[in-house]
Protein backbone atom coordinates (compact mmCIF):
# COMPACT_ATOMS: atom_id res chain seq x y z
CA UNK A 1 0.00 0.00 0.00
CA UNK A 2 2.59 2.23 0.84
CA UNK A 3 4.10 1.77 -2.80
CA UNK A 4 1.05 2.22 -4.05
CA UNK A 5 0.88 5.74 -2.38
CA UNK A 6 4.51 7.05 -3.39
CA UNK A 7 3.75 6.09 -7.07
CA UNK A 8 0.39 7.77 -6.67
CA UNK A 9 2.46 11.15 -5.20
CA UNK A 10 5.01 10.55 -7.61
CA UNK A 11 2.66 10.84 -10.85
CA UNK A 12 1.06 13.57 -9.06
CA UNK A 13 4.19 15.65 -9.03
CA UNK A 14 4.34 14.96 -12.60
CA UNK A 15 1.29 16.32 -13.70
CA UNK A 16 2.16 19.85 -11.83
CA UNK A 17 5.05 20.16 -13.88
CA UNK A 18 3.39 19.85 -16.77
CA UNK A 19 0.65 21.74 -15.72
CA UNK A 20 3.17 24.42 -15.48
CA UNK A 21 4.29 24.35 -19.33
CA UNK A 22 0.89 25.33 -19.89
CA UNK A 23 -0.73 22.14 -21.47
CA UNK A 24 -3.31 22.22 -23.53
CA UNK A 25 -5.84 19.43 -24.06
CA UNK A 26 -8.58 18.65 -26.75
CA UNK A 27 -10.25 15.51 -26.89
CA UNK A 28 -10.37 14.88 -30.51
CA UNK A 29 -11.16 11.58 -32.80
CA UNK A 30 -9.49 11.07 -36.18
CA UNK A 31 -10.46 8.14 -38.89
CA UNK A 32 -8.28 4.86 -39.23
CA UNK A 33 -8.87 2.76 -42.27
CA UNK A 34 -8.80 -0.72 -41.65
CA UNK A 35 -7.33 -3.29 -43.65
CA UNK A 36 -11.08 -4.16 -45.34
CA UNK A 37 -14.28 -3.08 -43.34
CA UNK A 38 -15.36 0.37 -42.34
CA UNK A 39 -12.86 3.52 -41.06
CA UNK A 40 -12.90 3.29 -36.93
CA UNK A 41 -13.10 6.43 -35.63
CA UNK A 42 -10.78 6.78 -33.19
CA UNK A 43 -11.32 8.53 -29.62
CA UNK A 44 -7.88 10.51 -28.42
CA UNK A 45 -6.57 12.98 -25.98
CA UNK A 46 -4.38 15.60 -27.49
CA UNK A 47 -1.95 17.44 -25.24
CA UNK A 48 0.56 20.10 -26.21
CA UNK A 49 2.39 22.47 -24.14
CA UNK A 50 1.81 26.03 -25.73
CA UNK A 51 3.05 29.08 -25.28
CA UNK A 52 7.25 27.91 -26.82
CA UNK A 53 7.11 30.09 -29.78
CA UNK A 54 7.96 26.74 -32.22
CA UNK A 55 6.76 23.29 -33.41
CA UNK A 56 6.96 20.51 -30.81
CA UNK A 57 7.92 16.95 -31.32
CA UNK A 58 5.06 14.51 -30.43
CA UNK A 59 4.22 11.39 -29.21
CA UNK A 60 1.52 8.68 -29.84
CA UNK A 61 1.37 6.74 -26.44
CA UNK A 62 -0.51 3.21 -26.85
CA UNK A 63 -2.65 1.86 -24.13
CA UNK A 64 -2.04 -1.81 -22.84
CA UNK A 65 -4.07 -4.50 -22.58
CA UNK A 66 -6.26 -3.26 -19.75
CA UNK A 67 -7.18 0.30 -21.74
CA UNK A 68 -6.90 3.32 -21.46
CA UNK A 69 -5.34 3.85 -17.56
CA UNK A 70 -4.23 6.76 -15.05
CA UNK A 71 -0.93 4.62 -15.00
CA UNK A 72 0.17 5.99 -18.20
CA UNK A 73 -0.61 9.63 -17.03
CA UNK A 74 2.72 9.93 -15.51
CA UNK A 75 4.27 9.87 -18.48
CA UNK A 76 2.73 11.51 -20.55
CA UNK A 77 2.86 14.26 -17.71
CA UNK A 78 6.54 14.01 -17.98
CA UNK A 79 7.11 14.17 -21.19
CA UNK A 80 4.64 17.05 -21.38
CA UNK A 81 6.82 18.50 -19.07
CA UNK A 82 9.74 18.61 -21.48
CA UNK A 83 8.02 20.39 -23.57
CA UNK A 84 7.12 17.44 -26.00
CA UNK A 85 3.21 17.14 -27.05
CA UNK A 86 1.55 13.81 -26.52
CA UNK A 87 -1.23 12.04 -28.36
CA UNK A 88 -3.04 9.62 -26.01
CA UNK A 89 -5.10 7.09 -28.20
CA UNK A 90 -7.98 4.55 -27.80
CA UNK A 91 -8.24 1.62 -29.39
CA UNK A 92 -10.62 -0.54 -27.74
CA UNK A 93 -13.80 1.67 -26.82
CA UNK A 94 -14.74 2.29 -30.21
CA UNK A 95 -14.24 -1.57 -31.08
CA UNK A 96 -16.13 -2.78 -28.21
CA UNK A 97 -13.84 -3.65 -26.22
CA UNK A 98 -13.48 -2.84 -22.29
CA UNK A 99 -10.47 -4.45 -21.12
CA UNK A 100 -8.59 -7.71 -22.32
CA UNK A 101 -8.05 -8.69 -19.03
CA UNK A 102 -11.75 -9.47 -17.77
CA UNK A 103 -13.23 -13.26 -18.82
CA UNK A 104 -16.17 -12.49 -21.69
CA UNK A 105 -15.30 -9.49 -23.23
CA UNK A 106 -14.99 -8.69 -26.85
CA UNK A 107 -11.89 -10.46 -28.56
CA UNK A 108 -9.64 -7.98 -28.85
CA UNK A 109 -8.26 -6.62 -32.11
CA UNK A 110 -5.00 -8.26 -33.11
CA UNK A 111 -1.70 -6.29 -33.46
CA UNK A 112 -1.87 -6.31 -37.20
CA UNK A 113 -5.67 -4.43 -37.37
CA UNK A 114 -4.47 -1.58 -35.31
CA UNK A 115 -1.35 -1.02 -36.64
CA UNK A 116 -3.38 1.46 -39.16
CA UNK A 117 -4.32 3.24 -36.22
CA UNK A 118 -1.34 3.81 -35.04
CA UNK A 119 0.18 5.43 -38.76
CA UNK A 120 -2.94 7.50 -38.79
CA UNK A 121 -2.36 8.96 -35.87
CA UNK A 122 1.11 9.77 -37.04
CA UNK A 123 -0.43 10.86 -39.73
CA UNK A 124 -3.17 13.31 -37.87
CA UNK A 125 -0.05 15.02 -35.86
CA UNK A 126 2.24 15.61 -38.81
CA UNK A 127 -1.11 18.28 -40.45
CA UNK A 128 -1.42 19.51 -36.64
CA UNK A 129 0.26 23.21 -36.97
CA UNK A 130 1.94 23.12 -33.77
CA UNK A 131 3.45 19.75 -34.32
CA UNK A 132 7.05 19.05 -35.78
CA UNK A 133 5.96 16.32 -37.98
CA UNK A 134 9.72 15.45 -38.60
CA UNK A 135 9.76 14.20 -34.68
CA UNK A 136 6.78 12.49 -34.01
CA UNK A 137 7.44 8.71 -31.71
CA UNK A 138 4.89 6.20 -30.42
CA UNK A 139 5.25 4.66 -26.85
CA UNK A 140 3.36 1.53 -26.00
CA UNK A 141 2.64 -0.46 -23.01
CA UNK A 142 2.30 -4.39 -23.24
CA UNK A 143 -0.11 -4.50 -26.05
CA UNK A 144 0.65 -1.15 -26.81
CA UNK A 145 4.40 -1.98 -26.40
CA UNK A 146 3.89 -4.94 -29.29
CA UNK A 147 2.39 -1.77 -31.07
CA UNK A 148 4.92 0.38 -30.45
CA UNK A 149 7.48 -2.69 -31.80
CA UNK A 150 5.54 -3.37 -34.79
CA UNK A 151 5.43 -0.13 -36.21
CA UNK A 152 9.57 0.03 -36.15
CA UNK A 153 8.89 -2.30 -39.45
CA UNK A 154 8.36 -1.51 -42.99
CA UNK A 155 6.05 -4.10 -43.67
CA UNK A 156 3.81 -1.93 -41.20
CA UNK A 157 3.72 0.60 -44.15
CA UNK A 158 3.29 -1.70 -46.48
CA UNK A 159 -0.04 -3.14 -44.81
CA UNK A 160 -1.69 0.33 -43.54
CA UNK A 161 -0.51 1.59 -47.07
CA UNK A 162 1.35 4.67 -45.39
CA UNK A 163 4.48 6.59 -46.60
CA UNK A 164 5.33 7.95 -43.73
CA UNK A 165 7.32 6.34 -40.74
CA UNK A 166 7.59 7.25 -37.05
CA UNK A 167 11.02 9.18 -35.41
CA UNK A 168 11.35 6.62 -32.51
CA UNK A 169 9.72 3.63 -30.56
CA UNK A 170 9.80 2.89 -27.27
CA UNK A 171 8.37 -0.29 -25.75
CA UNK A 172 7.46 -0.89 -22.25
CA UNK A 173 6.91 -4.69 -21.28
CA UNK A 174 5.82 -5.78 -24.97
CA UNK A 175 5.61 -9.29 -24.82
CA UNK A 176 9.44 -9.73 -26.60
CA UNK A 177 8.44 -13.55 -26.66
CA UNK A 178 6.15 -12.77 -29.57
CA UNK A 179 8.85 -11.00 -31.09
CA UNK A 180 11.91 -13.52 -29.89
CA UNK A 181 12.86 -16.80 -32.74
CA UNK A 182 9.81 -18.85 -33.06
CA UNK A 183 7.13 -16.27 -31.74
CA UNK A 184 4.12 -15.85 -33.77
CA UNK A 185 5.39 -11.74 -34.58
CA UNK A 186 9.31 -12.87 -35.59
CA UNK A 187 9.31 -12.76 -38.74
CA UNK A 188 7.71 -9.21 -38.73
CA UNK A 189 10.92 -7.43 -37.23
CA UNK A 190 12.99 -9.63 -39.33
CA UNK A 191 13.53 -6.66 -41.62
CA UNK A 192 13.50 -4.34 -43.53
CA UNK A 193 12.73 -1.98 -40.62
CA UNK A 194 12.75 1.82 -40.82
CA UNK A 195 16.06 2.75 -39.27
CA UNK A 196 14.78 4.16 -36.69
CA UNK A 197 15.74 4.46 -32.50
CA UNK A 198 14.04 1.49 -30.62
CA UNK A 199 13.93 1.39 -26.76
CA UNK A 200 12.99 -1.53 -24.94
CA UNK A 201 11.71 -1.63 -21.03
CA UNK A 202 11.26 -4.97 -19.84
CA UNK A 203 11.94 -6.55 -15.77
CA UNK A 204 13.07 -9.80 -15.20
CA UNK A 205 10.13 -11.14 -12.92
CA UNK A 206 7.76 -10.43 -15.70
CA UNK A 207 6.02 -13.81 -15.71
CA UNK A 208 4.10 -12.65 -18.77
CA UNK A 209 7.60 -13.85 -20.85
CA UNK A 210 9.97 -16.23 -20.59
CA UNK A 211 12.78 -14.61 -18.36
CA UNK A 212 15.18 -14.05 -21.36
CA UNK A 213 12.82 -13.71 -24.44
CA UNK A 214 13.98 -9.69 -24.25
CA UNK A 215 17.31 -10.48 -25.12
CA UNK A 216 16.49 -13.16 -27.44
CA UNK A 217 14.67 -10.75 -29.54
CA UNK A 218 17.16 -8.30 -29.67
CA UNK A 219 20.19 -11.03 -30.20
CA UNK A 220 17.84 -12.37 -33.63
CA UNK A 221 17.54 -8.84 -35.07
CA UNK A 222 19.43 -8.67 -38.47
CA UNK A 223 23.34 -6.85 -37.60
CA UNK A 224 22.85 -3.60 -39.51
CA UNK A 225 18.99 -3.22 -37.37
CA UNK A 226 20.85 -4.12 -33.92
CA UNK A 227 22.51 -1.17 -33.09
CA UNK A 228 19.22 0.76 -33.17
CA UNK A 229 17.54 -0.70 -30.45
CA UNK A 230 18.55 -0.31 -26.49
CA UNK A 231 17.26 -2.96 -23.92
CA UNK A 232 16.91 -1.97 -20.60
CA UNK A 233 16.28 -4.73 -17.47
CA UNK A 234 14.54 -3.71 -14.40
CA UNK A 235 15.78 -6.19 -11.15
CA UNK A 236 12.93 -7.31 -9.87
CA UNK A 237 10.05 -5.93 -12.09
CA UNK A 238 7.23 -7.41 -13.21
CA UNK A 239 4.84 -7.00 -16.03
CA UNK A 240 3.01 -3.64 -15.70
CA UNK A 241 5.13 -2.61 -12.72
CA UNK A 242 3.96 1.62 -13.30
CA UNK A 243 0.21 0.73 -12.26
CA UNK A 244 -0.36 1.91 -8.71
CA UNK A 245 -2.47 -0.95 -7.60
CA UNK A 246 -1.85 -3.76 -5.19
CA UNK A 247 -0.11 -7.23 -6.27
CA UNK A 248 -2.66 -8.67 -8.24
CA UNK A 249 -2.68 -11.69 -11.00
CA UNK A 250 -4.32 -10.78 -14.24
CA UNK A 251 -4.97 -13.07 -17.37
CA UNK A 252 -3.64 -12.26 -20.49
CA UNK A 253 -4.42 -14.24 -23.55
CA UNK A 254 -1.11 -13.39 -25.24
CA UNK A 255 0.62 -14.40 -22.16
CA UNK A 256 3.11 -17.78 -21.58
CA UNK A 257 4.55 -17.85 -25.17
CA UNK A 258 0.69 -17.17 -26.50
CA UNK A 259 -0.92 -20.08 -24.33
CA UNK A 260 -2.37 -17.44 -22.43
CA UNK A 261 -2.54 -17.55 -18.73
CA UNK A 262 -2.20 -15.46 -15.51
CA UNK A 263 0.27 -12.50 -15.22
CA UNK A 264 1.75 -11.02 -11.78
CA UNK A 265 1.25 -7.09 -11.31
CA UNK A 266 3.12 -5.63 -8.56
CA UNK A 267 3.53 -1.74 -8.13
CA UNK A 268 7.36 -0.44 -7.60
CA UNK A 269 7.52 3.35 -7.57
CA UNK A 270 11.37 3.24 -7.86
CA UNK A 271 11.39 1.15 -11.28
CA UNK A 272 8.09 3.83 -12.49
CA UNK A 273 10.34 6.67 -12.01
CA UNK A 274 13.31 5.27 -13.57
CA UNK A 275 11.23 4.12 -16.86
CA UNK A 276 9.79 7.44 -17.07
CA UNK A 277 12.68 9.45 -16.77
CA UNK A 278 14.53 6.81 -19.47
CA UNK A 279 11.74 6.93 -21.41
CA UNK A 280 11.63 11.22 -21.56
CA UNK A 281 15.27 10.89 -22.24
CA UNK A 282 15.37 8.62 -25.26
CA UNK A 283 12.89 10.62 -26.99
CA UNK A 284 14.29 13.68 -25.71
CA UNK A 285 17.81 12.39 -27.42
CA UNK A 286 15.72 10.77 -30.34
CA UNK A 287 14.00 13.96 -31.51
CA UNK A 288 17.42 16.10 -30.48
CA UNK A 289 15.26 18.24 -28.39
Given at each position: ?????????????????????????????????????????????????????????????????????D???????????????????????????????????????????????????????????????????????????????????????????????F???????????A??????????????????????????????D????????I?????A?????????????????????????????????????????????????????????????????
Amino acid sequence: MQRARTLMAGLVLWAQAASAQQVTESKITYPSPPMGGSIVQIPAALRVPSGRGERVPAVVVVHSSGGVEDSNRGYIAALNAAGIATLEVDYFTPRGVATLTRPGTTPKPSWGQTIPDSLSALSFLSRQPAIDPTRIGIMGFSYGGAQALLTASLRAGWLAQSPIRFAAHAALYPGCSAFAPGGPAASFLAGPLDGSPVLVLAGTADDFDEPDSCEKFIVSLAAADRPRFSLTMYPNATHGWDKPSAPRTTRDPDAHLGKGGSVTITANSAVTEQSIATTVAFFRRAFRF
